[in-house]
Nanobody, 116 residues
Framework: QVQLVESGGGLVQPGGSLRLSCAAS????????MGWYRQGPGKERETVAH???????SYADSVKGRFTISRDNAKNTMYLQMNSLKPEDTAVYYC??????????WGQGTQVTVSS
């Protein structure tokens, strides 16, 4: 059974940092490109970053230089280090295969709220 569990979200002040984690079960993780996505209030779900099994990365322009995606293939776990957070980063963050067309059933996501 494929399962994705996101964690690490919370309330943080502008300029703060958070580290999100994504634990994946099954064979979803080890050979596939994985990505972080987010859906802000009243917005469409968008791709934040993705990472290949070999560690090559790509970022949305809105987070480039502030967010860092990484993965531990031995642990079937992916991370998103988020620095210099802005109010516009407020969203529910999800992980899944990338690109989105290859997504499996979505997990619950983890809420990130950036507010003073």
């Amino acid at each position: 059974q494929v399962q994705l569990v996101e964690s690490g979200g919370g309330l943080v002040q502008p300029g703060g940092s958070l580290r999100l984690s994504c634990a994946a079960s099954g064979t979803i993780f080890s050979l596939n490109v994985m990505g972080w996505y987010r859906q802000g209030p009243g917005k469409e779900r968008e791709t934040v970053a993705h990472i290949t099994s070999g560690g090559s990365t790509s970022y949305a322009d809105s987070v480039k230089g502030r967010f860092t995606i990484s993965r531990d293939n031995a642990k079937n776990t992916m991370y998103l280090q988020m620095n210099s957070l802005k109010p516009e980063d407020t969203a529910v963050y999800y992980c899944n295969r990338a690109p989105r067309a290859y997504a499996v059933p979505w997990g619950q996501g983890t809420q990130v709220t950036v507010s003073s």
